[in-house]
C-alpha cells in the first residue's frame, strides 16, 4: 500500500522560509518520480517542483530560483526547501508520486502522477 506523508507546513512572514518534507513507502522509492503541488482555496492544484530518481528537476516559473527539491533514496524522503515566500504561496502543499515511471516527457500536471499525500498547509501572511 502506497504511503505518502507530508510535514514542516506552517505561517511564515512575507520573504521568510519553510522546509517541507514527505515520507514515501509501500512502493520502490528510489524508482518512482516525486512532485510537490499546491492548491489554494478556490483555485486549481498546480505542479510546483518535480524530481526523477537520477535527480533531475523540474520547476513551476513561478517557483524558479526560490524553492528547491530534493530527495533522499536511502531514505525515501522528498524535501522542499521553499525562500522568498510571497502571500501567493499560500496554499496546501502535497506530495506526489508517479509510481508508471520516469517524469521525462511529462509535464508537472496533476493527471501524470498516481498518488498523493493529505496535505499540509502553508500560509504566508504579515
Known amino acids: 500500500q502506497v504511503r505518502l506523508v507530508e510535514s514542516g507546513g506552517g505561517s511564515v512572514q512575507p520573504g521568510g522560509s519553510l522546509r517541507l518534507s514527505c515520507a514515501g513507502s509501500g512502493y520502490y522509492y528510489n524508482l518512482t518520480c516525486m512532485g510537490w503541488f499546491r492548491q489554494a482555496p478556490g483555485k486549481e492544484r498546480e505542479g510546483v517542483a518535480r524530481i526523477d530518481p537520477d535527480g533531475s528537476t523540474s520547476y513551476a516559473d513561478s517557483v524558479q530560483g526560490r524553492f528547491t527539491i530534493s530527495r533522499d533514496n536511502a531514505k525515501s524522503t522528498l524535501d522542499l526547501e521553499m525562500n522568498s515566500l510571497k502571500p501567493e504561496d499560500t496554499a496546501i502543499y502535497f506530495c506526489?508520486?508517479?509510481?508508471?515511471?520516469?517524469?521525462?516527457?511529462?509535464?508537472?500536471?496533476?493527471?501524470?502522477?498516481?498518488?498523493w499525500g493529505q496535505g499540509t498547509q502553508v500560509t504566508v501572511s504579515s
Open positions: 506526489a508520486a508517479r509510481t508508471r515511471g520516469s517524469c521525462r516527457g511529462y509535464g508537472l500536471f496533476r493527471e501524470n502522477f498516481d498518488y
